[in-house]
């Protein structure tokens, strides 16, 4: 699990392997991560766009720069809440990373601020020794 806070904003992503998705032998590895966004702040706030850096081991990278919300969504979080969603990602090795970053606005006052998705590594089970 990793963790980061921004501005009263909490992100934790937790992964999974997805071995009934992967298929090793062709390069094909599947991973799902499940991302929880708490709202520690005095502030309604609203997803807005988001931004991913992905890389595997074989040094392939994209990016995605501001993405409209996630997973088809834009959330209003007010205080005290949080919003958790599932998504996934492939690679052609079986260890990867991803880390990026959420634009969010106060919903109150409009401030528009950056968000962390820490750092997370998406790998099998059997890798992790």
Request: net charge neutral; aromatic share 12%.
């Amino acid at each position: 699990m990793e963790i980061a806070i921004t501005d009263g904003i909490k992100v934790t992503v937790n992964t999974f392997f997805l071995p009934e998705y992967s298929v090793p032998a062709e390069r094909h590895y599947v991973f799902s991560y499940q991302i929880r966004i708490e709202n520690l702040s005095a502030y309604t706030v609203q997803l807005l766009t988001r931004n991913w850096d992905i890389i595997d081991i074989t040094g392939t990278n994209r990016t995605v720069k501001n993405g409209n919300g996630v997973i088809g969504k834009n959330p209003v979080i007010l205080p005290g809440d949080h919003f958790e969603y599932t998504s996934g990602c492939h690679f052609v090795s079986p260890i990867g990373k991803m880390s990026g970053s959420y634009k969010m606005q106060r919903v109150n006052d409009k401030k528009v601020f950056e968000v962390e998705i820490p750092e997370f590594t998406l790998m099998p089970s059997f890798s992790k020794n």
